[in-house]
C-alpha cells in the first residue's frame, strides 16, 4: 500500500522558514517526478512545486518562485520543500503529489494519482 507522509508544517511569522518533508512508503518513486500542491481555506487546490525523477529540473508556481526550493533524496525516497520568506497568503495544507505517468510533472491535480494527507502551514502577519 503506498503512503505518502507529510511532515514540517507548523506556524511561523511573516518572513520566516519552513521545511517540509514527504516521506513515500510501500513502492519506490525514484523514477517518479514528484511535486507539492496547496489549500487555503475555501479555494481550490492548487500547484507549487514539482522536481522530476533526477532531481535534475524543477518548476514553480509564480507565487513561490525565489522562496521556495523543492528537491528530493531518492535514497530515502523523500521530497522536500523549502520555503523561506513566507507570507500569509502562503498559509494552506500542503500536499505531497505523485503523478499518474513517472515522467509528467504533476502541476495539475489531474494528473496527480497519489497524494499525501497534508501538512499545515499557518504564517502569521
Known amino acids: 500500500q503506498v503512503q505518502l507522509v507529510e511532515s514540517g508544517g507548523g506556524l511561523v511569522q511573516a518572513g520566516g522558514s519552513l521545511r517540509l518533508s514527504c516521506a513515500a512508503s510501500?513502492?519506490?518513486?525514484?523514477?517518479?517526478?514528484m511535486g507539492w500542491f496547496r489549500q487555503a481555506p475555501g479555494k481550490e487546490r492548487e500547484f507549487v512545486a514539482a522536481i522530476t525523477w533526477s532531481g535534475g529540473s524543477s518548476r514553480y508556481a509564480d507565487g513561490v518562485k525565489g522562496r521556495f526550493t523543492i528537491s528530493r533524496d531518492n535514497a530515502k525516497n523523500t521530497v522536500y520543500l523549502q520555503m523561506n520568506s513566507l507570507k500569509p497568503e502562503d498559509t494552506a495544507v500542503y500536499y505531497c503529489a505523485v503523478p499518474s505517468v513517472n515522467f509528467v510533472l504533476p502541476i495539475q491535480t489531474t494528473q496527480v494519482r497519489y497524494w499525501g494527507q497534508g501538512t499545515q502551514v499557518t504564517v502569521s502577519s
Open positions: 510501500g513502492r519506490t518513486f525514484s523514477n517518479y517526478a
